[in-house]
């Protein structure tokens, strides 16, 4: 990591974790998948042998973004997802450059330029395209290779000859011979995998949407072998004893030694001033093989004397005078919902992407808590406008890339697509907010409604006073889908009248609650809000633009603000406007269903069962009605009920949605089935074999 650092570390006292506990999948399918047969692999077939690099892949080099540069440094790609093409922007950046388009036979997620050849991840359907450059010079496919649905993070061995993709709604990771232009092993995972690094002993770790952990992939014989890392998610801002649930693990990457991994992420209840949602986090990991580990230990931190183990009043822990660095204004941390991240290996600080704020921070590599190491903040939104939320060019940075000197970084913006590029070589300044914006590039314009594009503005956004409480609905519903946590929601006084909150846990519970809060688990939107109403777990509002206004106030300290006239419910309806036009809902394979399927099915329709009764197939398998149900004991850290009526919630999509019911108690729906009885339709009496089909069925919605 080179000489000592310069820059203030916080005064914290250091603490090596113990070897974080790493160990196989429980309650799982075998690891290993079988992958593709032959007359699915590859079509057209990869021309000639894989890429073979002028010099081995460095490990920034080695992992795909949805923005890259090319190793030659002339040029940029953006894997535009909502035009389903990729882009190719000629370096240096300029207004008015001429840039090429490669249209996509799908939506595209990452790219990573080799040399002679460009790889990019289709979503659906799930594909990994080689790319080359035809007699003219223009990129054409060279081949494609069939993946598990929901391709997404792309990463290469340092010889070119391997390819590892991550696909995020089927859980699958797999490895791609690049010169056979075959799916090599597939191994099945944790929810929603997304960012993948490869080291250069070929071992695989990957970040996920939802959880905690860490992947770690090795192989035996040719086999993939899956382990899970725990890795504590912001242990400086945990109450004492708890370990967090995380969230938006989009983006992970090593230090160019690969000593450390770095996991940007959301910590959901992390203690923070007015943080009732949580805070962001770099958590820091120290990878075997290096200084004689033989095993992951994380980089941990605490307060001397310890933390709180709840809130109470002494919970602001982010920016304090135990902190180096103070910023008006950013209490809740130096970025807000993390989406990527890059490490700059010339000043060893990370960049990271904080999609909520329209912010690049960068952060010291070398501390111990990077985000409480702020180097500067770049704020590539300028403006604020009230009919968009932060409003100006580069809305929702989504990818970054830095140029070979690592003195440019670049910066896709989602929700406007833009490119920007920032100089990274002046000076940090004393005051770490930097506000000039440097070159920009529009790549295209929105194809959505104008009221869905405002939505889309707004939906990315962590900072509308109105909208907002310091989380965006991304924030919660990333990719329109969802966090996959259970949520307090808590009734507390205050001098304007009673208020009610979902808070990420019990200590983000102000005191003046003196309650744990009714469980309320995330739900997904992406193809389940066509409906007309209503809406919410007891079906208490009407239409969609009512369940978005009433959360405007569950996801703020102490309500909605005052006198705002009718600028929550024109939010509302801009936003409702884009999740029904924007999302993107998860991908289903069309197939005929097996026999064991098909059993599933008629006994889900069985009028003994009871099952269609409420779930109606022909309305997203439900009926949207609140029915009384039969009382549960209290979930552990939560207040019992005191209402039982719950409205039906779609099946659709059920597989990918766990944990299950409002509370969240059901890891899987083999439990669900289990515990369920005759609670929900009758299906006590079901023996092992035909519960085993009906699951099965559920699993094809």
Known sequence: MGGPNPRLRFALAIAIASPLACSSPKDTPDASAPAPSASQAVAPPVSSAAPTPSKPLSPAERQGSV????????????????????????????PGVAATEVPLPGAPAAVLPLDGAVLVTIRDPGLLLVLKPDASGALAEAGRVSLPADAWGLAATADARHAFVTSAWTH????????????????????????????????ILVSH?????????????????????????????????????????????????????????????????????????????LLPGKNGRTAPEQLAATHVGGLPSQKSRVADLTMTADTPVSIPGRDKGPFTQPRAMVYRAKSDTLLVAGEGDDVVAELDAVALDPTLAIVRIFQVGQKYDPGYGAAGECGAPAGIALSADEDTAYVFCRATYDVVALDLTARAPVDPIVRDRQTLVHLADDTLSAEAQKGRRLFYNATDPILSGGLGCAGCHPDGRDDGHVWHEATFDTIDGLHTNFVGAYENIPDLAKAKGFPRRTPMLAGLVSAAGPYGWHGESADLGARITAGMGLH?????????????????????AFVREGLVPPPRENRELTDKEKRGRELFLNKGTKCAHCHVPDSHYTDRTPYPLKRLPPVSGFDEETKQEFKTPSLRFVAGRAPYFHDGRVSTLEKLVELNGDRMGNTSHLPAEDREALIAFLKTL
């Open 67 to 94: 923005i890259a540069r090319s190793r030659q440094g002339d040029a940029l790609f953006v894997a535009d997802e909502d035009h389903k093409v990729l882009r190719r922007i000629p370096l240096p950046l300029a």
């Open 172 to 203: 699958i990771v797999s490895k791609i011979d690049l010169a056979a232009g075959k799916v090599v092993w597939s191994a099945d995972v944790a929810r929603e995998p997304r960012g993948i690094v490869v080291l250069g002993s070929g071992e």
């Open 209 to 285: 949407l939802v959880g905690a952990d860490v992947t770690h992939i090795g192989e035996e014989s040719g086999a993939p072998v899956v382990k899970t890392i725990g890795v504590m998610p912001s242990p400086v801002r945990a109450p004492s004893g708890k370990k967090l649930h995380a969230s938006l693990g989009y983006s992970l990457v090593t230090s160019p030694d690969e000593a450390r991994l770095f996991v940007a992420r959301h910590a959901v209840g992390a203690l923070a001033r007015r943080s009732w949602f949580g805070q962001p986090t770099v958590d820091v990991v």
């Open 556 to 576: 703020r300290w102490g309500g909605m603000p005052q006198n705002i006239g009718g600028a929550a419910v024109g939010r509302a309806s801009l936003v409702a």
